[in-house]
């Protein structure tokens, strides 16, 4: 087997694992765009109650 052949046989035998790592490090950036286009991912949280007894608290530390 010439040195040609030899580099070649190395390379094609690092191909398909190379291709597997390539394609797991670039799945999550690949993911990325098609979350943003949807607009049903989003998840707020429910609109807090105002009780007012954050003002109250206030003005009683100021007090004491």
């Known amino acids: ?3 040609l052949t030899a ?3 190395k390379i094609l035998r690092l191909l398909p694992r ?3 790592i390539l394609t797991v490090l670039a799945a999550p950036v690949l993911a990325v765009p098609t979350m943003r286009a ?5 998840i707020e949280a429910p609109a807090l109650r105002k ?3 954050g003002f109250l608290l206030l003005v009683s530390l ?3």
């Open 38 to 42: 949807d607009a049903g991912s989003t």
């Open 18 to 20: 190379t291709a597997l």
């Open 62 to 64: 100021r007090r004491g």
């Open 51 to 53: 009780s007012g007894v």
């Open 7 to 9: 580099n070649v046989v």
């Open 1 to 3: 087997m010439t040195h």
